[in-house]
C-alpha cells in the first residue's frame, strides 16, 4: 500500500537549517510529484512547492524563495525539503504529499503523517 | 496570489444534519478546487478535486459544486466522523493557496 513516511520531530535554533525527508512507499517514485504543505499551531495549511523527482525539477512559493531547496533522491526513493535561515514563524509541522502528474486533475492523494519542526532559542 | 475566503470558519452541528461550506476565490479559478478534510493530529485527507469529483472510497454524503469563484462543499446526513476541520485549496495559479479552514463540530 502506499506510504509516505516522513523524518522525526526537529528543534533548531533561530537562523539554523532543518532538513525533513519524505520516504514513499508502494508506487514508483518517480511517477508522482512531491509537494511540501506547512501548518503552524492552530493555523491553516500553507502551500510551499513542489518537485518531480523523475527530472529534479522543482517549483517553490515565491515567500519561500531563497530560504527552501527541495530534492529528491532516486537511489534512495526519498524527498527532501530543507528550509534555511529559520525563524519562530517557520514553527509548524511540515506535510509531504504526492500528486499524479500524469493526470489532468489535481489532488493530494497521499501525504506524509507530518514532521514538527520547532524554532525556538 | 489568489485569495481563498472560507466561510464560515467554524459551524456546529448534529449527526443527521447537511451543512454546507462555501470558499470564494478572489479571481477567477475555473474548476482548480480540491477539499481536504483533516483530523486533529492527523495529515489532511482529499475529499473532492476539480471542484465537483468525488475522490475513490469518500462517502457520497460528500459533494462539491461551483466554478469560477464560488465553490461549495456539503456534507449531507452528518455521521460522527464527518466533525474535522475542512479546507479548500486552489490549483489554479501559484502559489497555491489554501482557505482559512472550516471547523464542524459537534453541537
Known amino acids: 500500500q502506499v506510504q509516505l513516511v516522513q523524518s522525526g520531530p526537529e528543534v533548531k535554533k533561530p537562523g539554523a537549517s532543518v532538513k525533513v525527508s519524505c520516504k514513499p512507499s508502494g508506487y514508483t517514485f518517480s511517477d508522482f510529484y512531491i509537494h511540501w504543505v506547512r501548518q503552524a499551531p492552530g493555523q491553516g495549511l500553507e502551500w510551499m512547492g513542489w518537485?518531480?523527482?523523475?527530472?529534479?525539477?522543482?517549483h517553490s512559493a515565491q515567500k519561500f524563495q531563497g530560504r527552501v531547496s527541495m530534492t529528491g533522491d532516486p537511489s534512495v526513493s526519498t524527498a527532501y525539503m530543507e528550509l534555511r535561515g529559520l525563524r519562530s514563524d517557520d514553527t509548524a509541522v511540515y506535510y509531504c504529499a504526492r500528486r499524479d502528474a500524469r493526470s489532468p486533475f489535481f489532488r493530494f492523494d497521499f501525504w506524509g503523517q507530518g514532521s514538527l519542526v520547532t524554532v525556538s532559542s | 496570489a489568489i485569495q481563498m475566503t472560507q466561510s464560515p470558519s467554524s459551524l456546529s452541528a448534529s449527526v443527521g444534519d447537511t451543512v454546507t461550506i462555501t470558499c470564494r476565490a478572489s479571481q477567477d479559478i475555473t474548476n482548480d478546487l480540491g477539499w481536504y478534510q483533516q483530523k486533529p493530529g492527523k495529515a489532511p485527507n482529499v475529499l473532492i478535486y476539480?471542484?465537483?469529483k468525488l475522490e475513490n472510497g469518500v462517502p457520497s454524503r460528500f459533494s462539491g459544486s461551483g466554478s469560477g469563484t464560488d465553490f461549495t462543499l456539503t456534507i449531507s446526513s452528518l455521521q460522527p466522523e464527518d466533525f474535522a476541520t475542512y479546507s479548500c485549496l486552489q490549483t489554479y495559479s501559484y502559489p497555491y493557496t489554501f482557505g482559512q479552514g472550516t471547523k464542524l463540530d459537534l453541537k
Open positions: 476539480a471542484a465537483s
Open positions: 518537485i518531480n523527482p523523475k527530472r529534479g525539477d522543482t
